[in-house]
């Protein structure tokens, strides 16, 4: 019994690491990755494609309720997979980024910069308690 209780507790846990080294949580995110659909994207000369596998899971989801592709601002998109949940929270906080940038600085965000925000963001949600780590991907 007491060997089940700590099972689920490292299966619960974001900060606890099992006994062979593992974060179940965060295994637990990679796997709703990989069970979402495609998102691809394309570096060309002129600019990026970003192209997406569109799929509706239940025939209650409205189809145009599903979003894949998101813009952040006016010269950054992103693509999800994983999620839409999750995918909405860190667009919604990319948006934000993009926002406190131009108020701050008077000028777009980059995309290099931006990268780093979110990531960050991300990361800050493997690292601490009463908190889950996001199950999507973003390019």
Do not use: C, W
Not at 6 to 11: F, M, P, T
Not at 45 to 63: F, I, M, N, T, Y
Not at 92 to 114: C, H, K, M, S, W
Request: aromatic content about 6%; proline content about 3%.
């Amino acid at each position: 019994m007491q060997g089940q209780a700590q099972q689920q507790a490292y299966d619960r846990g974001i900060t606890i690491f099992s006994p062979d080294g593992r974060l179940y949580q965060v295994e637990y995110a990679r796997e709703a990755v990989k069970r979402g659909t495609a998102s691809i994207g394309v570096r060309t000369a002129d600019g990026v494609v970003l192209a997406v596998d569109k799929r509706v899971p239940s025939e209650l989801l409205e189809d145009s309720s599903v979003e894949k592709i998101h813009k952040a601002d006016n010269h950054i998109g992103i693509a999800s997979a994983g999620h839409v949940a999750d995918a909405r929270q860190l667009i919604d906080f990319a948006r934000r980024q993009t926002q406190v940038n131009q108020l701050r600085y008077g000028e777009p965000i980059g995309v290099e910069t931006l990268t780093k925000e979110v990531t960050d963001h991300i990361q800050q949600y493997t690292q601490v308690g009463g908190a889950r780590p996001f199950g999507v991907a973003l390019i």
